[in-house]
Antibody, heavy 124, light 113 residues
Framework: EVQLVESGGGLVQPGGSLRLSCAAS????????MIWVRQAPGRGLEWVSA????????YYADSVRGRFTVSRDNSKNTVYLQMNSLRAEDTAVYYC?????????????????WGQGSLVTVSS | DIVMTQSPDSLAVSLGERATINCKSS????????????LAWYQQKPGQPPKLLIY???TRESGVPDRFSGSGSGTDFTLTVSSLQAEDVAVYYC?????????FGQGTKLEIK
């Protein structure tokens, strides 16, 4: 059974940092790109970042480029999202998701498994 | 960026009736080399993460009831629930994966009339 479990969310002041983790199990982690998607309270879905299987990328939305860094550790089946210079508009539930297509390269498209999400609140 | 626009924003349908949600992309998401539409549909129930329903515009994900179907090509797509069940109450999103950044529609809230 595929499982994705996020951790690391919480309350942080504007300008602060947080690191989210997503522990994966139930599939061959090193064969799939991994994605972060966020959802602000009461709002829709926003793609944030993707980390490849290979050396291509990583990839970021314009809204987070230069502030967020995505990485993965295939030995630990874990993907990370380091979030710096956080702003109030970064407040959201952050979901980790698995790319739906096996690849040797970058993200392929749709997301077939999602974690339960980790709430990040940026407020003073 | 490709803009995805869904209509309507909300929809109320009687149990057992058909529900239709539309999604329009600002540019074609049909990749000519493989004739595939890079379009997915998700269902999100309150307090839950999104769930993949449809990919390649019309391929149903394993385990998804066959009352859910996707159609369309190029820039215009439709998600149809052929006979609405109580458990289908949710927000539905379309998503393009033709190119980065991947983008979602604003969502359509489906309710029981």
């Amino acid at each position: 059974e595929v499982q994705l479990v996020e951790s690391g969310g919480g309350l942080v002041q504007p300008g602060g940092s947080l690191r989210l983790s997503c522990a994966a199990s139930g599939f061959t982690f090193s064969n799939y790109a991994m994605i972060w998607v966020r959802q602000a309270p009461g709002r829709g879905l926003e793609w944030v970042s993707a980390v490849s299987v290979s050396v291509s990328g990583p990839y970021y939305a314009d809204s987070v480029r230069g502030r967020f860094t995505v990485s993965r550790d295939n030995s630990k089946n874990t993907v990370y999202l380091q979030m710096n210079s956080l702003r109030a508009e970064d407040t959201a539930v952050y979901y980790c998701a698995k790319d739906g297509i096996i690849t040797e390269g970058g993200p392929q498209g749709f997301f077939d498994y999602w974690g339960q999400g980790s709430l990040v609140t940026v407020s003073s | 960026d490709i803009v995805m626009t869904q209509s309507p924003d909300s929809l109320a349908v009687s149990l057992g009736e058909r529900a239709t949600i539309n999604c329009k992309s600002s540019q074609s998401v049909l990749y000519s080399s493989n004739n595939q539409n890079y379009l997915a549909w998700y269902q999100q129930k309150p307090g839950q993460p999104p769930k993949l329903l449809i990919y390649w515009a019309s391929t149903r994900e394993s385990g998804v009831p066959d009352r859910f179907s996707g159609s369309g090509s190029g820039t215009d797509f439709t998600l149809t629930v052929s006979s609405l069940q109580a458990e289908d109450v949710a927000v539905y999103y379309c998503q393009q994966y033709y190119n980065l950044p991947y983008t979602f529609g604003q969502g359509t809230k489906l309710e029981i009339k």
